[in-house]
């Protein structure tokens, strides 16, 4: 038996302490942690929050969300539009927020449906809430004017973006057969409806309603697979005008 | 002997009385080399595992609240030290995710105690413990040899009561069917 085993467990944890090997902790260093944790946890929700109402607020005003009252391809339109980087953002958040809440009891002590059924209750707050109070468009002005940080080219990339079947624009004119809009870049554009365009809400439209057309868009104009009004005021519009070049 | 509880002798140890320490140690070293041994250390591993165990105990001590047990927290520190112990000895990942922490669960504490006695479950799981997974070894060990509670064991393991409940209820089932099998 070697000189280690021979000793008690009390004898060499003691040995330790006295050795200084061990050394008690500071009681700080457990209140910062905890307050990292808190910190953490609340940065966390508020990104959850942020990025989830964005990924909602660039959808409505690219028009994609509203893809699918045209139909199957409109969800397929839909599906293309999301910006799956930041859904794969909101995943990660809500994740890191489950392992930090997993640190205290009211967490670990229920199941995960429960726990992560709190995460997910924040991105619908998030994606559906926060975007009817109103909250990117004065956010993205401000983002805008006073040019801040990682945020703005946020607004600028997912602003300029969008996909190519779906065009969101006002009504400046009608015409047999034809709708004269403004997009949301102000641009004029040229809407071609035939007898085979689909109006899921109804034929009834005119100048000034904020629509949004499925269809492919070429030098002369759209050719509308489907229009429909919609309910959104296009914030990518002037104002993102103002900061960058008007996309092709 | 000293009669006072062991979140008294904490806060001594936090004034400052390193000694009083080993009074801790003394009263739990017993716990832990048998808590080690259910997770299959041999006895070498268990002292020297049970040995961080207390260091890492007595540097954490500050960050104790003695409002709450002293038992389930150095518990805490065990099973994470033994989960860490077996994660670099075994060649087999740990697993850290299970269905049973998914959903709700109804707690059935002690559901089975009526066809088992304790001091027969113990001799069962002495016999059997190796042959289960440590999902259920280990708070079947907890509860018939360190006499916890499902909501102490809920606190070591740091998952839902009603998780516990299920994992000792399946535990018992797995002894049973082994034992039929012996047997049969």
């Known amino acids: 038996m070697d000189e280690k085993s021979k000793k008690s467990i009390r004898e060499r944890v003691l040995e330790e302490i006295e050795g200084g090997k061990a050394v008690m902790r500071p009681r700080w260093h457990f209140v910062l942690k905890t307050a990292l944790v808190v910190v953490g946890a609340v940065v966390l929700s508020l990104a959850i929050l942020y990025v989830a109402s964005f990924v909602m607020f660039v959808l409505r005003q690219t028009g994609a969300w509203f893809a699918p009252s045209f139909g199957f391809p409109g969800v397929g339109v839909l599906l293309r ?22 640190k205290y009891s009211c967490a670990y002590r229920t199941p995960l449906l429960y726990s992560a059924g ?126 960058m070049p008007p996309v092709k | 002997m000293d009669t006072r509880t062991d979140e008294e002798i904490v ?106 006695d304790r001091n027969v479950m113990r001799g069962i799981l002495d016999r059997n413990f190796k042959a289960l997974e440590l999902k259920y070894r280990e708070p079947l060990s907890l509860h018939y040899f360190e006499e916890m509670e499902y909501r102490q064991i809920a606190e070591v393991l740091r998952i839902p009561v009603s998780t516990v409940g299920v994992r000792i209820l399946r535990g018992k089932k797995l002894l049973k069917k082994m034992l039929e099998q012996n047997h049969g």
């Not at chain 1, 468009?137 to 997912?158: A, C, G, K, N, T």
């Not at chain 2, 099973?79 to 075994?90: A, I, M, R, T």
């Open chain 2, 11 to 116: 806060e001594g140890v936090k004034q400052g009385d390193k000694e009083l320490f080993g009074v801790l140690v003394e009263r739990y070293e017993g716990k832990m080399l048998r808590y080690a041994r259910r997770f299959l250390f041999d006895e070498d591993e268990s002292r020297d595992l049970a040995q961080n165990v207390f260091v890492k105990a007595y540097m954490n001590i500050r960050g104790f609240d003695e409002k709450k047990r002293f038992s389930p927290w150095i518990y805490r520190i065990a099973h994470n030290e033994f989960v860490n112990g077996l994660k670099k000895k075994s060649r087999d990942p740990v697993r850290f995710f299970d269905p049973d922490l998914i959903f709700p669960h109804p707690v059935a504490e002690g559901s089975l105690e009526e066809d088992m």
């Open chain 1, 118 to 243: 709190g995460v997910l209750l924040l991105v619908l707050v998030g994606g559906f809430l926060i975007p009817y109070i109103g909250v990117h468009p004065s956010l993205m002005h401000f983002v805008m004017d006073h040019d801040v940080p990682i945020m703005r080219p946020l607004y600028e990339e997912y602003g300029r973006k969008g996909p190519g079947e779906i065009h969101p624009g006002t009504i400046t004119g009608i015409r047999e057969g034809i709708f004269e809009i403004e997009d949301r870049f102000g641009e004029p554009v040229t809407v071609f409806v035939a007898s085979s365009t689909r109006f899921p809400l109804g034929e009834i439209l005119k100048e000034g309603d904020r629509i949004v057309i499925l269809g492919e868009r070429n030098e002369e104009g759209i050719r509308a697979f489907g229009v429909r009004e919609v309910d959104e005021i296009w914030e990518f519009g002037p104002r993102m005008r103002m900061h």
């Open chain 1, 81 to 102: 539009s999301v910006p799956w980087v930041l859904v794969l953002a909101v995943a990660l958040f809500g994740m890191l927020l489950e392992i930090l809440a997993k």
